[in-house]
């Protein structure tokens, strides 16, 4: 069976490239908006921003556990499981956002102590207050990334599209009030952040909640029921997927770390480079999204070969997409950073940094990110994991401060560990991928 031809793998995906520049850009604009308020101000946000994706990762990686439950309950046009695991999805990711957002907001002093060390007074106190507002938005954040990724498992992308112009619109409005009319810097963009989160998640909760589609709804939310095994399937899939990102991002605060070593420029330098190079990493994150589901749907109906061949379709387009992006990046890096209020040092830094990083991109991350969506999709979380983990520690985490110090390479180091990273874990999951393991997994 094949229901994902050209067509509908189209339709699927020009949402979600268009979600993905969206969720991109409203992260730029928050950037630059801040950026008018100085360099402590952009460095506080930026800071707290690694931080805070450290949490947006492990939401997310819930959210990956109920769309492939409810994918592979919709490949086998099984209705009342694919609700059934909906609202579980609705209750475990609440009630995880919760039990995070207390601990963040009462100690995000320790933690900016210690995972960043001494840093300048002004940078600390926009960090404070930028990581108080935000850690507030969580349990909206997990409610709008488990509503869409709904939506997304049935293989609708643009209610979730349209909803992200929405947030767009929304969060730009409100730093163009708070930053910039009110003056209220680092605060003003954590505010508009937690508005636009709210309005996000109450809006697509009430669209799941009046009927949603005819195998994802949320009727019956109020009456809190947890179904203990339908929350383990979500779980199987959502607790790899989470450690393997939250380790992901711990390892990426370890090495943040190593900028503050290097002052306020390399600080800065970096935070515009990794702006930039998300734009790069939008349509690579919705290929990511469309594997789960596409992949999920056919493994559900016990179609592998669908599986397998649909998954690479997906990465050649990834690849090639990629690829063509990096070059434009390295071409046009000078104009492109030139937008940022930077320092000349800044400058020269985030130049440095985006050149090795346009090689590192399109060579290895399509294997590294877009292909371990596949494996999760067949149920094979715990290897992806597995290997990231040990990918991230031994050749990332290692090699930063082995290149960065012991060999002299000051904070670029950091960056070509980056790409070295994307060939080992990439490699991994390639030679899982072609030797068939993942048929043997079971989700449902």
């Known amino acids: 069976?094949?229901?994902?031809?050209?067509?509908?793998?189209?339709?699927?995906?020009?949402?979600?490239?268009?979600?993905?520049?969206?969720?991109?850009?409203?992260?730029?604009?928050?950037?630059?908006?801040?950026?008018?308020?100085?360099?402590?101000?952009?460095?506080?946000?930026?800071?707290?921003?690694?931080?805070?994706?450290?949490?947006?990762?492990?939401?997310?990686?819930?959210?990956?556990?109920?769309?492939?439950?409810?994918?592979?309950?919709?490949?086998?046009?099984?209705?009342?499981?694919?609700?059934?695991?909906?609202?579980?999805?609705?209750?475990?990711?609440?009630?995880?956002?919760?039990?995070?957002?207390?601990?963040?907001?009462?100690?995000?002093?320790?933690?900016?102590?210690?995972?960043?060390?001494?840093?300048?007074?002004?940078?600390?106190?926009?960090?404070?207050?930028?990581?108080?507002?935000?850690?507030?938005?969580?349990?909206?954040?997990?409610?709008?990334?488990?509503?869409?990724?709904?939506?997304?498992?049935?293989?609708?992308?643009?209610?979730?599209?349209?909803?992200?112009?929405?947030?767009?619109?929304?969060?730009?409005?409100?730093?163009?009030?708070?930053?910039?009319?009110?003056?209220?810097?680092?605060?003003?963009?954590?505010?508009?952040?937690?508005?636009?989160?709210?309005?996000?998640?109450?809006?697509?909760?009430?669209?799941?909640?009046?009927?949603?589609?005819?195998?994802?709804?949320?009727?019956?939310?109020?009456?809190?029921?947890?179904?203990?095994?339908?929350?383990?399937?979500?779980?199987?899939?959502?607790?790899?997927?989470?450690?393997?990102g939250s380790m992901f991002q711990m390892g990426r605060l370890l090495t943040q770390r190593i900028f503050t070593s290097f002052g306020t420029a390399a600080i800065a330098g970096n935070a515009i480079a990794s702006v930039i190079n998300s734009f790069s990493y939008m349509p690579g994150m919705a290929y990511c999204m469309a594997l789960l589901t596409v992949a999920g749907q056919c493994v559900g109906a016990g179609d592998y070969e669908g599986a397998r061949r649909n998954t690479i379709k997906i990465m050649k387009i990834s690849w090639i997409t990629l690829l063509f992006l990096s070059l434009v990046i390295f071409v046009f890096m000078d104009p492109v950073i030139g937008f940022f209020h930077l320092s000349p040092e800044a400058f020269r830094l985030a130049k440095s940094f985006l050149r090795v990083h346009c090689v590192s991109m399109a060579v290895g991350w399509t294997f590294s990110f877009a292909l371990p969506n596949a494996l999760r999709a067949a149920g094979d979380a715990r290897y992806v994991m597995i290997a990231a983990a040990v990918s991230m520690f031994a050749v990332r985490v290692s090699f930063s401060y082995l290149i960065t110090f012991t060999l002299g390479a000051g904070p670029l180091g950091v960056w070509i560990a980056m790409g070295l990273d994307f060939l080992s874990r990439g490699g991994c999951y390639l030679h899982r991928w072609l030797g068939g393991k993942w048929r043997e997994k079971r989700v449902i």
């Open 1 to 244: 069976m094949n229901v994902w031809d050209n067509r509908s793998l189209f339709r699927l995906l020009w949402p979600l490239v268009v979600e993905q520049i969206l969720a991109v850009t409203m992260g730029a604009m928050d950037t630059f908006m801040v950026s008018s308020a100085g360099e402590a101000a952009l460095s506080g946000v930026n800071i707290i921003d690694n931080i805070n994706n450290l949490f947006i990762i492990a939401f997310t990686a819930l959210c990956t556990g109920g769309t492939v439950v409810v994918s592979h309950y919709i490949g086998r046009s099984n209705a009342a499981g694919a609700q059934a695991a909906s609202r579980q999805l609705y209750y475990v990711v609440v009630l995880a956002a919760l039990l995070v957002m207390v601990p963040a907001m009462i100690w995000r002093r320790p933690v900016i102590r210690f995972l960043y060390g001494a840093v300048a007074k002004d940078v600390m106190e926009a960090a404070a207050v930028y990581f108080l507002i935000t850690a507030a938005s969580y349990p909206f954040l997990g409610v709008y990334n488990a509503c869409a990724a709904l939506f997304r498992a049935a293989g609708n992308s643009a209610v979730p599209m349209r909803i992200a112009l929405l947030v767009n619109i929304t969060n730009i409005a409100g730093n163009s009030l708070f930053i910039y009319a009110l003056g209220l810097g680092a605060m003003g963009a954590a505010i508009a952040t937690l508005i636009s989160r709210i309005i996000a998640a109450a809006v697509l909760t009430g669209m799941l909640i009046r009927g949603g589609t005819p195998y994802i709804n949320l009727g019956g939310l109020r009456r809190v029921s947890l179904n203990r095994e339908m929350a383990k399937r979500i779980l199987n899939v959502g607790i790899p997927s989470g450690l393997e």
